[in-house]
């Protein structure tokens, strides 16, 4: 089985910028902006903004995704590859 942690991979420039001010929120951030998603979705269609609701609704999956990104960079990310640690 090929090893996926291969230190001969390296990223690219604008991908270690997006890492390391990603890895600087905390996750939760992301949590509570899909929450909030879910909410002014519901508030919206409550309000009968149909279209609108399901539009911000749209929003929680790219948010939880971020997060799990965000997670990611801070166990797996490249701080920990510089220094060899896998």
Do not use: C
């Not at 270690?16 to 519901?42: C, M, N, R």
């Not at 799990?68 to 701080?79: E, P």
């Amino acid at each position: 089985m090929k090893n996926l942690t291969d230190a001969s991979h390296s990223e690219g420039k604008v991908a270690e910028a997006i890492e390391e001010q990603t890895a600087k929120l905390p996750s939760d951030v992301f949590l509570w902006a899909a929450l909030g998603a879910i909410g002014v979705s519901l508030a919206l269609k409550i309000m009968g903004r149909k279209h609108t609701a399901l539009f911000v609704g749209q929003w929680t999956s790219p948010f939880l995704l971020l997060g799990v990104y965000n997670k990611i960079v801070k166990t797996q990310g490249h701080d920990q590859a510089d220094s060899g640690n896998y």
